[in-house]
């Protein structure tokens, strides 16, 4: 197991089109969350999955933000009509849930810049 | 919000010191853990602390929980310059669902060889 992937690392896009993100946890984590990190700023929550269902959403994530986890398996992260103050690096980490004390394993990140 | 801080923002020392580096948090938690990221890079997890803990070692690395003062430290000894990297720390707080974390701002700690 080669630990959480995402793809792209790298995103650049113009103001106003539509990216998408893609993370692959760790096969047999049921849990898998996006974070976002600003420069100099420590990453914040954006959502997260329990197997196929979204749990929770932070206010962070505007109405321009979507995210999947099809089958439990995968996750893509959508920004629509980017904006430049959506230039950010996107973490996805994912855990699996036994009780108190899960550790999230955090992938590479993509960063993306909107010009 | 971010709840973390993380004291000092920056820390410059040489090898073969010991970097200290603190987190105070305001909730209630079910647990802290410390990451580490190199520059443009993912977080990797160093290390989990339960509330129900107050010390716990692994390799060079040390962490303390007062939960009465809501603060955690890491200890790093003997630093080597692969060390240099940014530490966040992060907590999993008992007022919000899934685990999820919320982290502080960071010490930057360069190692000077």
């Known amino acids: 197991d080669t630990g959480v992937s995402q793809d792209p690392r790298h995103k650049i896009t113009k103001r106003g089109q539509n990216v998408t993100f893609r993370c692959d946890p760790i096969?047999?984590?049921?849990?898998l969350y996006w974070y976002r990190q600003t420069l100099g700023q420590g990453p914040e929550f954006l959502t997260y999955?329990?197997?196929?269902?979204?749990?929770?959403k932070s206010r962070l994530l505007s109405d321009r933000f979507s995210a999947e986890r099809p089958k439990g398996s995968f996750s893509t992260l959508e920004i629509q009509r980017t904006e430049q103050g959506d230039s950010a690096m996107y973490l996805c980490?994912?855990?699996?849930?036994?009780?108190?004390?899960?550790?999230?394993?955090f992938g590479p990140g993509t960063r993306l810049l909107v010009l | 919000s971010q709840q973390g801080e993380e004291d000092p923002q920056a820390l410059s020392i040489q090898e073969g010191e010991n970097a200290t580096m603190n987190c105070s948090y305001k909730?209630?938690?079910?647990?802290l853990q410390w990451y580490r990221q190199n520059s443009g890079r993912g977080l990797v997890h160093l290390i989990l602390?339960?509330?129900?803990?107050r010390e716990k070692h692994s390799g060079r690395l040390r962490v303390t929980l007062d939960t009465s003062k809501k603060s955690s430290s890491l200890l790093i000894t003997a630093s080597r310059a692969a060390d240099t990297a940014s530490y966040f720390c992060?907590?999993?707080?008992?007022?919000?669902?899934?685990?999820?974390?919320?982290f502080g701002e960071g010490t930057q700690l360069t190692v000077n060889p």
């Open positions: 980490a994912s855990s699996l849930l036994r009780g108190a004390g899960e550790t999230q394993y």
């Open positions: 096969s047999e984590h049921n849990r």
């Open positions: 999955f329990q197997n196929e269902a979204q749990l929770e």
């Open positions: 909730t209630s938690i079910n647990n």
């Open positions: 602390i339960r509330s129900n803990e």
């Open positions: 992060a907590t999993d707080d008992r007022e919000t669902s899934g685990s999820r974390l919320t």
